[in-house]
């Protein structure tokens, strides 16, 4: 186990209703990364924070949102949910000091989105 | 271009046997990162070997040995004595960019299924 947890492990969502998915870091972690995973695909890298600053995005709208908290825990939050939003949301934490991130992300074991 | 390129969508190997599962990948930086994850059912993304590009050495890891070939951009995963408990999906991954780079990102590639049988 890495000591990165996720809540829900399970959502299903209508379309158009937004959705707030929560990620607890491992101990002594300052950086989070989030991740989506449709079915049959590799994780697509959504965006990271690092010390409560998004610190990189990938190709993502807008609407894809989050948020890192003093204790470094993390929130994703998506809006105006789309059926192509349903997937496996994973997120991964790993120690970034003086701006510089290291690379061993562990990752936690995900949020499974379906969105009807 | 996909960055990192797993033509095998699926691959069978007996209890025991040594098993590889390829990976090509494509930069243009010369300072990079490659990685192999293991997913069970479960989801979990689980560690499996790290090699860096600066690497002179291919890197093991228990029954684990990535074989680094630079010039033709590969970097397959080798499992030897497999278990059944290797069943999984096992994806490579790169990251671009020094070790202490800002951005962790990582390019996954799609995915392998293994499947040990007894």
């Known amino acids: 186990e890495t000591g990165v947890t996720q809540s829900p492990t399970h959502l299903i969502k209508t379309r158009g209703q937004q959705v707030t998915l929560r990620c607890s870091s491992q101990s002594g972690h300052n950086t989070v990364s989030w991740y989506q995973q449709a079915l049959g695909q590799g994780p697509q890298f959504i965006f990271q924070y690092y010390r409560e600053e998004e610190n990189g995005r990938g190709n993502f709208p807008p609407r894809f949102s989050g948020l890192q908290f003093p204790n470094y825990s993390s929130e994703l939050n998506v809006n105006a949910l789309e059926l192509d939003d349903s997937a496996l949301y994973l997120c991964?934490?790993?120690?970034?000091?003086?701006?510089?991130?290291?690379?061993?992300?562990?990752f936690g074991p995900g949020t499974r989105l379906t969105v009807l | 271009a996909q960055k990192i390129t797993q033509t095998q969508p699926g691959m069978f190997v007996q209890e025991k046997e040594a098993v590889t599962l390829d990976c090509t990948y494509d930069t243009s930086d010369p300072s990079y990162g490659l990685f192999w994850y293991k997913q069970p059912s479960s989801g979990e993304m689980i560690f499996l070997i790290y090699?860096?590009?600066?690497?002179?050495q291919n890197a093991t890891e228990g029954r684990y040995s990535l074989n680094f070939q630079k010039a033709r951009k590969s970097a397959n995963l080798v499992i030897s004595a497999s278990q059944l408990g290797d069943s999984a999906m096992y994806f490579c991954?790169?990251?671009?960019?020094?070790?202490?780079?800002?951005?962790?990102?990582?390019?996954f590639g799609r995915g392998t299924q293994l499947t040990v049988w007894p």
């Open positions: 991964a934490s790993s120690i970034g000091a003086s701006g510089v991130v290291y690379n061993e992300q562990f």
């Open positions: 991954a790169m990251r671009e960019g020094d070790r202490g780079s800002t951005l962790g990102r990582l390019y």
């Open positions: 090699q860096g590009s600066y690497d002179q």
